[in-house]
């Protein structure tokens, strides 16, 4: 059995990314998320990528959150402007 998932999208990624910097205790390893994206973590999908150097420039060209609060407060900030996506929400599988 093979499991398949399309791409996330770019805005997803970059979702994921600083969800997975403020939810994945980067705080406790005293990595800023600069770090984290250059060191910790290169996805290998093309928007991942993509979305991956999206954020590097993000994060040299505007001061970063340096807490976790303040990347959950970027998050949730994202999340309440995102425009809806026409997008299924959910993975689709195949066999």
């Not at 997975?20 to 990528?49: H, I, K, T, W």
């Not at 150097?53 to 040299?60: G, M, Y």
Request: charge should be positive.
């Amino acid at each position: 059995m093979i499991f398949t998932a399309s791409d996330p999208t770019h805005a997803e990624w970059q979702t994921l990314l600083r969800a997975l910097y403020a939810d994945g205790g980067m705080f406790a390893a005293q990595c800023s998320y600069g770090e984290f994206l250059r060191r910790r973590f290169r996805p290998d999908s093309a928007n991942g990528r993509a979305a991956h150097a999206r954020e590097l420039a993000w994060c040299a060209a505007k001061p970063m959150p340096r807490t976790r609060a303040e990347m959950k407060q970027l998050l949730e900030q994202a999340t309440h402007c995102a425009a809806p996506s026409n997008e299924p929400q959910q993975i689709e599988l195949a066999l």
